[in-house]
């Protein structure tokens, strides 16, 4: 991680954090992902991979609960994915249309989450795939009209990880 150090006297506390946590999040070297993402990310993966296996079990016990599982995991994490855009929201220099916009669009992903939860199994499974979808899309759209948004590695990580919950969402859905 980066540091800023020492010298200008004329920062204060918050700014200094700010630039420390931008600083650790763009990496320095163009493209790199950084280690806490990528090993932290990829260890994300394995309960959708875990629960998705399991829901081929013959047991319709075993396969109940893994298609329970594996609908409260993704809804968690999707929810998650909904709260990258509430921080950004709280941006100090946008527009008041754009907060509206950003904390608006945080609140849908585990909107559609929870009603996935609620909903029968198969239901539940493509509506959280959908939402995946929507949710990467939207990132896709938004890391595009502002190129800045979000660091280079972090939307190349992010579709390594949509793909595998895409793939294990499909999986799932032939169980149920």
Request: no cysteine; net charge negative.
């Amino acid at each position: 991680m980066n540091h800023v150090r020492g010298g200008d006297s004329n920062l204060h506390q918050g700014h200094a954090e700010e630039t420390i946590v931008h600083l650790s999040l763009h990496s320095s070297r163009p493209g790199h992902i950084p280690l806490p993402a990528l090993v932290l990310g990829l260890a994300g993966l394995l309960p959708y991979i875990f629960f998705a296996v399991l829901s081929f079990s013959g047991d319709p016990l075993t396969r109940g609960h893994a298609l329970t599982t594996y609908l409260a995991y993704s809804a968690s994490v999707l929810s998650f994915l909904g709260g990258l855009h509430w921080a950004l929201g709280l941006e100090p220099d946008l527009s008041d249309g754009e907060r509206w916009l950003r904390m608006s669009w945080a609140g849908l992903p585990p909107l559609i989450a929870w009603a996935a939860i609620l909903a029968p199994w198969r239901i539940g499974i493509w509506m959280l795939m959908a939402m995946y979808a929507v949710q990467y899309a939207a990132d896709v759209l938004l890391n595009h009209v502002d190129p800045d948004h979000y660091p280079a590695w972090f939307m190349r990580l992010r579709f390594g990880l949509t793909v595998v919950v895409l793939l294990t969402g499909l999986a799932v859905a032939t169980r149920v």
